[in-house]
């Protein structure tokens, strides 16, 4: 049975996935490498990931990322109690990249799949949207350090709950236009 700190190591560990996920929403008026992260391109004759889908929003998702990895680093002290990973030997900016680079590209990986089906891409389709980012971030990060299975599966629940609830959030807050 996980008890709260375990659940809140995990929440930590993955925080800057999760962060690196909703940035672009709010870098989306930003001109700064504001092009499409498929350069416009299609595959059989629908586009790759779309037109939403940045470099802007690539290039902020992973700054702010490695950003909560520095101050999870910086106050390790204080958060040791729950810290699923030692925050004094990691290097912050590796991590912080694979989470966010990985968070980002679930995410297009989920996209491209949707247009590939005609699925518009404010459409919810469930639990991929809730998921995509996160599942991202544990392959990418798999590649600088392994956990047990169970932190990735947690991880995955606890996330698959709590992203519903931040959109709604946001939508409520007239930061995101859909509710889910």
């Known amino acids: 049975m996980y008890y709260l700190n375990e659940i809140v ?3 930590l560990l993955f925080l800057p996935a ?3 996920n909703m940035t672009p929403v709010f870098v989306r008026k930003t001109n700064f490498l504001n092009f499409p992260a498929d350069g416009g391109k299609n595959f059989r004759g629908k586009r790759i990931f779309g037109s939403h889908k940045t470099v802007r929003g690539f290039f902020f998702g992973i700054i702010a990322s490695i950003a909560v990895v520095y101050l999870e680093k910086t106050f390790a002290h204080q958060i040791g109690f729950y810290a699923l990973l030692d925050y004094a030997s990691i290097n912050f900016i590796l ?3 694979l989470l966010g680079f990985g968070a980002l590209a679930g995410d ?3 996209s491209f799949f949707k247009r590939q ?3 518009p891409p404010r459409n919810s389709w469930w639990f991929f949207d809730q998921t995509d980012w996160i599942l991202g971030a544990f392959i990418l990060t798999s590649t600088y350090m392994i956990f047990n299975p169970d932190i990735y599966i947690i991880g995955l629940l606890f ?3 709590l992203h519903p609830l931040v959109n709604l959030l946001g ?3 007239g930061i995101k236009s859909e509710k889910f």
């Open 171 to 173: 939508h409520f807050l």
């Open 18 to 20: 999760g962060v690196a």
């Open 117 to 119: 089906m005609d699925i």
């Open 9 to 11: 190591g995990i929440f």
């Open 108 to 110: 297009c990986v989920k």
């Open 159 to 161: 996330f698959a709950i």
């Open 95 to 97: 991590l912080g990249f």
